[in-house]
């Protein structure tokens, strides 16, 4: 396998009939897929400009325009959908989920983009992904203009769900919308979707202390999710001070805890494309696409190359 190429032959294989065809179409024909989604792949590895991207995967504006509307359309949430039917299928999928957030810094290049009044993280969008959030999910942090990735994963760390928000957003409002996005289905004997409900509900969620809120602890008993998530210390005061008022402390399986840093492993795994780990993407939607992306390659070399 060569610089340039990330999917070997029988993982392509496993992807190519889930993508977009041009047949039964008017109008021109689509180039083959293959060089381009490598290119694809080749320009969120490198982090290079598209401008950049080497002659082996053709013209880069048919490059960026296959990613646009890969982006767009929604094809890479569908390839993932189905590569996590099939490994739930086969019991890969261990549904004690970890949650947490990265902020990436966003390159100067990716933020010249007109905001409403420039206010940054306004009005993003988490429900309707095929739409570009008018703040394009870039904010104002500390370091800088940033975009944060949160991601719920699973018992090894393997990505399920990734969403997108401006820098400086908080962690605890964003769990409804990653659990609210929480859909594996079920696959029939055809390699299709099978019927019933998709699976939603993990066995248990862990969390950091920025998750621990009255909120959050009772969304997760509603549904029936067991919470691993450790009470920070204000929290602990406020409860004491209210004396026999202040309730029980919530209970905390400390051994299930230890298994919360699968989440940050699989940040770290999902950095190693330098265009995630900086985001040089102007809109939302290319970028997150780019993440869902590097999800599908995660979950191909961990189901291999026997279907």
């Known amino acids: 396998m060569s610089r340039t190429q990330v999917l070997n032959d029988a993982q392509w294989s496993r992807i190519v009939p889930l993508l977009p065809t041009s047949d039964g179409k008017r109008g021109k024909r689509f180039a083959d897929h293959r060089p381009l989604v490598e290119g694809i792949m080749y ?21 960026w325009k296959r990613h646009r509307r890969f982006a767009g359309d929604g094809t890479w949430d569908r390839v993932l959908a189905v590569l996590l039917a099939e490994a739930d299928s086969r019991g890969l999928v261990d549904w004690n989920v970890s949650v947490d957030s990265t902020v990436n810094r966003a390159h100067q290049h990716g933020t010249n983009t007109t905001r409403p009044a420039q206010v940054t993280g306004a009005g993003s969008n988490y429900k309707n992904l095929r739409v570009e959030p008018v703040d394009h999910a870039v904010g104002r942090s500390r370091g800088g203009l940033s975009t944060k990735i949160h991601q719920l994963c699973d018992g090894t760390g393997l990505p399920l769900v990734m969403l997108i928000g401006p820098g400086q957003s908080g962690d605890s409002p964003m769990l409804k919308h990653l659990l609210a996005a929480l859909k594996i289905h079920r696959l029939g004997r055809d390699g299709r979707f099978g019927p019933g409900r998709p699976r939603t509900t993990p066995d248990a969620l862990l969390g950091d202390k920025a998750y621990s809120s009255r909120g959050t602890r009772e969304l997760l008993r509603l549904r029936g999710i067991k919470a691993v998530i450790p009470e920070p210390s204000d929290q602990i005061g406020h409860r004491k001070r209210r004396g026999r008022a202040g309730g ?59 279907p």
């Open 43 to 63: 320009r969120y590895r490198a982090g290079c400009a598209w401008r950049d991207l080497p002659a082996v995967f053709g013209p880069w504006q048919t490059v």
């Open 248 to 306: 029980r402390p919530p209970t905390l399986d400390t051994i299930a805890y230890k298994g919360r840093n699968v989440v940050e492993r699989g940040f770290n795994t999902f950095k190693q494309w330098r265009a995630l780990a900086t985001r040089y993407d102007k809109l939302a939607l290319t970028y997150r696409a780019g993440v869902v992306l590097r999800a599908v390659v995660l979950w191909l070399n961990t189901l291999g190359d026997t």
